[in-house]
């Protein structure tokens, strides 16, 4: 058996291990770890192998239709959307993602975010740096508004296994939290159902976990900005095609939104001329929330097993 990792870097860039995997592969099977491959590098990689895994990089029926031996596609990722799981499984090509893997790292980062939103401590350990402390004369001095997130409302869209933990985590704050999700209608003790539109007339801070389709592609927009208050926040840690950048870029120019924290970007990685980089009060990182070592080791060891699983004949996690 021949067993091919397209982009293993980001998963792992040298700080754990591939054994899970290795593990659960058969005696004698191949395993070939590439870093990254170029779309023009997948056909040649990946021939002969029965057992390809894959991060971003894109997999189409056009490479199925020339990769006879494929067996399975291990997605090294939730989302799917690198592979084309129609012409998958037209061609009886197994493919498992890893549904879960990151949900505390990630909500974690929100709260990272939230507090940075309400804090800027970065901007003052600069101010403190550059002797604004000293020159200000007082004990103490700040630049931006000090906001306590007890008692304000936290809104969630989408409340799967992230959102959940998000929730937890602003009632441990003290935060009034709903949510919306097409399959969240009756709350529960961790948050409020509401509408969509209450979900941005309400919230204090917004933060989005659901996942990226045609129905709520830019679902973040200049409609659904203008609903919301002029001192709310905006958390995105999901996917960057959630969001219309140019009106989001609008609305804080226009002080029509307070701030906003984006761990995602719709163009990945991000231009050095990528226009949100000159909008005001906009913090951002590069994609990174779900990038704990404990989340990646999580995620190698769910793929192991689900190579496992696939070998026993009783595959998990399967998507196509």
């Not at 779309?39 to 990946?46: A, D």
């Amino acid at each position: 058996m021949k067993i091919v990792v397209l982009d293993g870097y980001t998963l792992n860039p040298g700080d754990h291990s591939w054994a899970p995997v290795q593990n659960a592969a058969p005696e004698g099977a191949g395993f070939t770890v590439y870093p990254r491959t170029t779309p023009n590098q997948v056909l040649e990689r990946s021939q002969g192998a029965q057992v390809l895994l894959t991060n971003k990089t894109v997999l189409t029926a056009n490479h199925f239709t020339k990769l006879p031996e494929l067996k399975l596609i291990l997605i090294l990722a939730t989302g799917v959307n690198a592979v084309d799981l129609k012409a998958a499984a037209a061609r009886n090509i197994c493919v498992c993602n890893v549904p879960e893997y990151g949900t505390h790292s990630v909500a974690q980062f929100v709260f990272a975010q939230i507090l940075q939103l309400a804090h800027r401590s970065a901007l003052h350990d600069k101010r403190v740096r550059e002797g604004k402390w000293e020159e200000c004369g007082e004990f103490c001095f700040w630049e931006t508004p000090q906001i306590e997130l007890r008692g304000l409302t936290l809104g969630i869209l989408g409340f799967g296994r992230i959102g959940r933990a998000v929730a937890k985590l602003g009632n441990a704050f003290g935060m009034q939290v709903i949510a919306h999700s097409p399959r969240f209608n009756e709350g529960t003790e961790l948050a409020r159902a509401v509408s969509l539109d209450a979900l941005f007339a309400e919230s204090h801070i917004l933060t989005l976990h659901c996942s990226l389709n045609a129905n709520n592609q830019h679902i973040v927009s200049r409609q659904t900005l203008d609903k919301m208050r002029p001192d709310a926040f905006l958390i995105n840690t999901a996917r960057g095609g959630l969001i219309c950048e140019s009106d989001l870029i609008g609305a804080l120019e226009s002080k029509r939104l307070a701030g906003a924290a984006l761990d995602v970007c719709e163009t990945e990685p991000m231009s050095s001329t990528d226009p949100l980089l000159a909008a005001p009060n906009l913090h951002l990182t590069p994609h990174m929330a779900w990038g704990s070592l404990r989340a990646r080791e999580r995620l190698m060891a769910t793929t192991g097993a689900n190579l496992a699983a696939w070998l026993s004949g009783r595959p998990t996690c399967q998507v196509a």
